[in-house]
């Protein structure tokens, strides 16, 4: 979702958490499985 289009604070922090999530890897720590599966899904949305 474009920043433009989050109208709350609140949305743009979920946001920014769940992509630092995603960047540094730190999602599903106890299943690298999932935590691949994940990044695989989301990884266009890091390099943009």
């Known amino acids: 979702t474009p920043a433009c289009d989050l ?10 958490e769940i992509l630092i999530a995603l960047a540094d890897k730190t999602l599903y720590p106890h299943d690298p499985e999932k935590r691949e599966e994940i990044y695989d ?8």
Do not use: H
């Not at 989301?42 to 943009?48: R, V």
């Open 41 to 48: 899904k989301y990884k266009d949305y890091l390099s943009a």
């Open 7 to 16: 109208r709350s604070l609140l949305a743009l922090k979920i946001k920014r």
